[in-house]
């Protein structure tokens, strides 16, 4: 089951010099599409905790710098719905578990974060070096995870946080973005890690066709025109004329065809798209190591059918 801090697919620091600006520029993220927000539970972080359930409880909010137990229960009682550990703790997970509170755990090495998977963690805060490649060193973690479990910690590039949205063992990405400053600004900041987390990309367009002769008519004027070649695909459906021109073999959903969007992740995408009141037509999904790859809106969009792809 997805937790509740996964929503977004970003945690974003919140950074306040004054408490009382706590709800007003949660309403803000909210309008930038960002659900989740963590607090730093030193100062007055759980005055904003508690201000923020009470006044904007659509909001998802943690507590973060926590090392004690004592840090642990007064996070929870302030109503922290999910809580980061400094340090790894076999005790302060089984209490977080049992105060009911979703708990992220840093992990310094694989092992800790199997062993942090295995005590029932929700998740394990990691630190990636900047000067390496992201899937590289994300490789060793997919052999033992099946499911996202990672919130790699401190990211600040949107092409970074796209592609590790993208990743099927990454649950969240932690950024520190959000401080204090002015609501439009903190709306469009989250704007732009929403578009960051998601990172629809055009993919291709499918063009349908009554018959062969006519796909066979279709994909010979896109060569004879552009020099584009007419490849068949080894599914048996269609031509392709270049990796963005589909042309079918019989009419298939859409009037006209459809057109693929290219998302990180097409099961975050997909619910996103239903909560703003996007029907999908389902019976249409797909799914590729049981995560799901391919899934249709209902609604046509200029006479084409539109799916979501997941990005490889």
Known sequence: MKCAYQESGVIPRFYLENVGDAAETARAMLAGEVCNVVMDVRGEGLLAIETIRREVPEMTVGACAIHTPEELRAAVKAGAQFV???????????????????????????????????????????????????QE?????????????????????????????????????????????????????????????????????????????????????????????????????????????????????GTHGHLGIRTNNAARAAEWLEKKGVKLRHGTEKYVDGRLSNIYLEEEIGGFAVHLLQKR
């Open 84 to 134: 980061m550990l400094c340090e790894f703790s076999e005790a302060m997970i089984s209490e977080a578990k049992e105060l009911g509170v979703e708990v992220i755990v840093h992990c310094e090495t694989l092992s800790e974060v199997i062993q942090a998977r295995d005590l029932g963690a929700d998740g394990a805060k990691i630190r990636l070096d900047p000067a390496k490649r992201v």
């Open 137 to 253: 060193q994300l490789k060793p973690y997919r052999t033992y995870l099946s499911e996202p479990f990672l919130v790699p910690a401190e990211i600040t590039d949107p092409a970074v946080i796209g592609e590790l949205t993208a990743s099927p063992v990454v649950a969240s990405v932690e950024t520190d973005w959000i401080r204090t400053m002015e609501l439009r600004t903190v709306e469009n900041t989250c704007r732009e890690l929403h578009a960051a987390v998601l990172g629809f990309t055009f993919a291709h367009v499918g063009i349908n066709c009554p018959d062969i002769e006519g796909t066979r008519a279709v994909s010979g004027r896109f060569t004879e025109l552009f020099g584009f070649p007419a490849t068949d695909n080894p599914r048996g459906n269609s031509f392709y004329s270049t990796s963005s021109i589909e042309v079918m073999k019989f009419m298939q959903l």
